[in-house]
């Protein structure tokens, strides 16, 4: 896998043929989202962005408060389309294709099984002062708001910018594992933080993409 992932970020660049539409309708929808998102609570995501750099203890404080609404389901649905063409684009430099429907469904899969490993471990921390799933699911709303741009760019570009998609994706990822790291330090253990990071985060996604690039 390792020698895999050197070949994406060092793939030669290769004749970009048109990208599915597929893609422009997933596009089209994520918008669709954040508009309506936008329109329906216009400090929803200025909200959003501002959560996520509260300290622990304003966090939760308004993690207490939280409630699942449309619109976080909504969003979230986005980051899941977002992260599947994102993937694709890798997979078009790597492999020739984009496989847009296999990665789809790949990606919805971990998701699932992600968000199950976050309920239960939610259900094992929880106190009146946690508010772990708020704040896991926060990120992926603001990862959300991250990549659209980047993507949508990437995906129409006649530059190939592979490695671009590659490093934002990684990067954000890496912030989301600090962030949560941080936040759980008062909670468990640093054994317990370690394996929760090996459990529900690394794992799943080593299996998404041997799903993907095998």
Known sequence: MLNSFLQIISINPVAKSSAPVAGLYMFVFVAIIYAVVKLSNDNYISGLIATI???KKKFEAK???FNFSKSSLFMQLSVV???SIGLSIISYE?????NLAKIVLGVFGFY???IAGFVVFASIINSKESSFLHQRLSYYELLGLILFPVILISYYSPIPLVTVVLT???????LVLTRVSIYLTSL???FHIILYLCTLEI??????LKFIFN
């Open 168 to 174: 934002i994706m990684l990067a954000s990822w890496f």
């Open 94 to 98: 790597y492999q020739g294709s984009y």
């Open 63 to 65: 993690g207490n408060s």
């Open 81 to 83: 389309l977002l992260i």
């Open 203 to 208: 794992i799943p996604i080593l299996f998404l």
């Open 53 to 55: 750099g509260l300290d």
């Open 112 to 114: 699932i099984i992600q």
């Open 188 to 190: 468990i253990s640093v």
